[in-house]
């Protein structure tokens, strides 16, 4: 298993969990839409780093993004496998074929 498995197999086990007792199950407790808002600004502190071109705090932004952006599907219920099932879907086709085909 890889780290990215290990870490939504952690966040699937927080929706169960005492909110009191992690920080993942109390963001989990506040709802979607929260997860998605909570997403939406560790995603845009990514984008600032990459502009800025600062590597290791690009690096750590990442993390959080990557954490935040599970969190978020995870509480929709869209798991870490249905990601890598659409993925693995998109692999046999470039990106410029499938643009051309829409
Ligand atoms: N990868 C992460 C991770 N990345 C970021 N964060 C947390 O995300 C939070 C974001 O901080 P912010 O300052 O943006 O949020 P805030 O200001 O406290 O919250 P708001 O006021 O915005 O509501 C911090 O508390 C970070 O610790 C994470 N929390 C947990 N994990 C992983 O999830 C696992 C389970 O964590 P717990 O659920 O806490 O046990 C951990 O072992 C880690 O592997």
Do not use: G, T
């Given at each position: 298993m890889s780290i990215i498995h290990d870490l939504a197999a952690t966040i699937e086990a927080r929706k169960?969990?005492?909110?009191?007792?992690?920080w993942t199950a109390a963001l989990l407790s506040r709802g979607p839409e929260k997860c998605a808002e909570k997403f939406g600004e560790e995603a845009v502190e990514a984008i600032i780093e990459a502009v800025k071109g600062d590597r290791a705090r690009l690096t750590s932004e990442a993390a959080d993004t990557l954490y935040h952006l599970l969190v978020m599907c995870i509480a929709r219920d869209v798991r870490l496998s249905d990601i890598e099932n659409e993925l693995i879907s998109r692999s046999i086709q470039s990106g410029l074929d499938e643009k051309a085909a829409r």
């Open positions: 169960s969990a005492d909110p009191d007792s992690s």
